[in-house]
């Protein structure tokens, strides 16, 4: 019974989430289902998580071998699975090198310490200033939170970690009258997932790329959301023609296995030497196994050209349900990464979506936003619009 699972929850768990009404037991393709045995259409995957919906059956076989192979070893010595998704990663990012971690906070945390090191190393330490967006998320844990230009995530955790800075996000002259001489790197998402699907204007990426090499500091993007062919391409920021520094991935890497990773190249992929930074789980054989499947199985069954198509084809659909419906104000995103702005409050109407059997999310008081697997039909989504519509009517 769902009422039991909330009472035990109630008393085990500290109280940071906001409390869940769902008790979720079982996944299947694009389909949830809860405790007591009600069937939901999963629009926001595990937020971005679940690119092949639930349980894909390539990763759940990798996951199944590799746990009867070998399930860890720490990095005091090496293991093949890492080894291979590191090479895996640098032919789609190419020129890189990884470093493994568990989450997208651990890999942001690893990429701010990478780009102060290599400050410190290059220029001295009086280079050390990151430079973050307003509105952004990088994540929890300290420098991730402090980069996180959203006031309500950092309130009573200060002090912060000293050296950030926060410029408005998609103002090139902004940027360019923050990055002086202090600054060592700039890091960004290549578009803002939290606050609400927020793309920047054309041309901002590749401005501050060139802006970010001709002062000598180094581009990080967070591409723990946008990453993995989540808006059709397998970085975001290769629709801008921008190949960063440093690049953070995690979310959906590991099928659904916690995993994170930092790609560098050029310099910045030398800034940290023996000792420099660790994680124990980093690198795990079934994490990484799980993410050489999903890799395989994103090229094998042409899933980008599926996510730019479906995408489209969803994003178009929900602008012919504006056009008849005023209640939404608003259609933006690429891929399947998309929200809806709407004229009233957003967090009832995913509250009746789910009453009718599809999770979506309220992203923003007035946002949804969904992030389907890649999977998902035309059929399913058709499905949506008609609740959708109903429930804005109603
Ligand atoms: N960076 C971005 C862009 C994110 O969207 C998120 C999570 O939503 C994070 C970092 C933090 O990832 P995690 O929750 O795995 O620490």
Avoid at 141 to 148: H, K, N
Avoid at 176 to 181: C, L, M, N, R, S
Avoid at 253 to 281: E, Q
Avoid at 313 to 332: C, D, H, N, Q, Y
Wanted: hydrophobic fraction near 45%.
């Amino acid at each position: 019974m769902s009422d039991t699972w909330t009472e035990r929850a109630s008393r085990v768990l500290l109280e940071n989430y906001y409390p869940a009404r769902l008790t979720l037991v079982r996944g299947e393709g694009c389909r949830v289902f809860d405790d007591e045995g009600r069937s939901y259409l999963d629009l926001i995957g595990g937020i971005a998580v679940n690119s092949l919906g639930h349980c894909h059956p390539a990763i759940v076989r990798a996951i199944r071998e590799q746990c009867g192979t070998l399930m860890h070893v720490s990095n005091l010595y090496r293991n093949p699975w890492s080894v291979r998704l590191a090479e895996e990663l640098a032919a789609r990012v190419p020129g890189t090198r990884a470093f493994f971690c568990n989450s997208g906070a651990e890999a942001n945390e690893a990429a701010i310490k990478l780009v102060r090191r290599h400050a410190h190393v290059t220029f001295g330490a009086a280079r050390h200033v990151i430079i973050s967006a307003e509105a952004s998320f990088h994540g929890r844990t300290f420098a991730a939170l402090t980069a996180t230009g959203q006031p309500k995530y950092r309130e009573g955790f200060e002090p912060l970690v000293p050296g950030f800075r926060y410029v408005p996000y998609g103002d090139l002259a902004a940027l360019d009258a923050a990055v002086t001489g202090d600054v060592c790197a700039v890091l960004l998402e290549p578009i803002q997932g939290e606050s609400g699907v927020r793309l920047p204007p054309p041309g901002y990426l590749a401005g501050t790329a060139k802006l970010c090499a001709d002062r000598g500091a180094l581009l990080v993007l967070d591409e723990v959301q946008t990453g993995l062919g989540r808006t059709g391409t397998f970085l975001a920021c290769e629709a801008d023609g921008v190949l960063p520094d440093v690049v953070t991935l995690s979310k959906s890497l590991g099928g659904g296995i916690p995993l994170g990773a930092m790609l560098a190249r050029g310099d910045a992929a030398r800034a940290f030497v023996p000792g420099s930074h660790a994680s124990t789980f980093g690198g795990n054989p079934v994490a990484c196994a799980a993410a050489l499947a999903l890799l395989e199985t994103l090229d094998a069954d042409r899933l980008l050209e599926r996510v730019r198509a479906t995408g489209d084809w969803f994003m178009g659909e929900l602008r012919s349900l504006a056009a008849r419906e005023p209640k939404i104000t608003g259609v933006r995103g690429r891929g399947l990464l998309i929200a809806v702005d709407l004229a009233v409050p957003a967090k009832p109407v995913a509250l009746a979506a789910e009453e009718r059997g599809y999770l979506v999310n309220a992203v923003q008081e007035q946002s949804l936003r969904f992030a389907p697997p890649f999977i998902v039909t035309r059929e399913e989504l058709t499905g949506f619009l008609t609740v959708l519509e109903q429930i804005l009517a109603a």
